[in-house]
């Protein structure tokens, strides 16, 4: 596996709780590249615990959302991992700032095949949790994934929709995407001639007066004491430009109707973002899938509000569907 360089200190947007054991740790994917990720573990654990790897949102890192959601379930008594996707935070991959439909699907699944081979958790009671971009990828990897029983997916964004169709598929036409296209491929030439890879840039800075309600929410985020880290992408310099290419060719949710295990999907009444939850839930079938509005929550109040986000029901949804 590659070597990583693990920060030692702790770097995380939120306190580290007296419930909790946490490490650091690492395991590979099946392209090999090697995640780093934060292992949480409720303190006087029993023998054998339940399991839930956890991802996102898209442009973050572990040390923000993710790892607070990692460290709230392990104080309801689950084993937790936050991981960073390949290619972004401490995890390994070449070029940097990368994202990737397959890869990133892939990345939860390397997630469950570190888990599942760990021996002090029980491989039937191992479960998901997507936030944001990475909701839909949690969603692509139990469609493709028997080994995950439970997925919850919270403020939800189809990526591989918004970027080939646009903000409320204002862009859906051959034409749009045409464009898109031709700027995106024009862009390669420029990075291979250049031998480096134009950033999109993160989330705007300074934030201009008349930007729309979801860019101040994002910068409330990212760009605040609230949720700055150094190495999150939205919060610095984004992703490569061209990334967004394989998202244009590649739709994520093409198999969520053939789902069979338990998916709950958590979102804001106010967030831009909803119709991406509300539509996810219609391709879903059976009676063991669920979709919770919160009301009045914008999409960013999923991210670290404690208050908001309902994880007496994300524990109570888990501790059934993984049979606790």
């Not at 702790?10 to 054991?21: E, G, I, Q, R, Y």
């Not at 973050?60 to 936050?82: D, N, W």
């Not at 949690?138 to 939800?156: E, G, P, Q």
């Amino acid at each position: 596996m590659e070597e990583l360089k693990l920060t030692k200190e702790w770097d995380k947007t939120f306190p580290l709780s007296s419930k909790v054991n946490h490490q650091k740790v690492s395991f590979y994917n099946r392209y090999g590249i090697t995640l780093a990720a934060d292992l949480y573990m409720p303190k006087g654990k029993p023998a054998k615990l339940p399991a839930l790897a956890v991802c996102g949102p898209f442009g973050a890192v572990k040390e923000q959302a993710s790892g607070l959601y990692a460290q709230i379930m392990a104080e309801q008594g689950f084993l937790t991992i936050a991981f960073d996707p390949s290619f972004t935070g401490e995890s390994g991959g070449f070029p940097r700032n990368v994202a990737s439909p397959d890869i990133n699907t892939e990345d939860f699944q390397a997630a469950v095949d570190y888990l599942v081979t760990r021996d002090d958790i029980d491989p039937e009671k191992i479960g998901i949790i997507g936030i944001c971009g990475w909701a839909g990828m949690a969603i692509n990897a139990a469609a493709i994934d028997t080994r995950i029983k439970a997925t919850v997916a919270s403020t939800m964004y189809d990526m591989s929709r918004v970027i080939a169709n646009g903000y409320f598929d204002s862009e859906d036409s051959q034409k749009a995407r045409q464009e898109k296209r031709r700027a995106l491929n024009n862009q390669r030439t420029l990075d291979y001639k250049n031998k480096s890879y134009q950033l999109a840039g993160g989330v705007i800075d300074p934030l201009p007066a008349d930007a729309p309600f979801y860019v101040k929410d994002y910068y409330d985020y990212y760009k605040t004491a609230r949720g700055y880290h150094a190495r999150s992408l939205n919060s610095n310099q984004g992703w490569n430009v061209t990334s967004a290419l394989s998202f244009l060719n590649m739709p994520i949710l093409s198999y969520a109707s053939e789902i069979e295990s338990a998916v709950l999907l958590i979102h804001g009444t106010k967030a831009h973002s909803c119709y991406f939850s509300k539509d996810a839930y219609k391709k879903l079938k059976g009676d063991n899938k669920e979709l919770l509005l919160i009301e009045g929550a914008v999409h960013t109040d999923l991210y670290d509000k404690v208050d908001v986000i309902p994880f007496a029901k994300i524990t109570d949804f888990f501790r059934k569907n993984l049979n606790l």
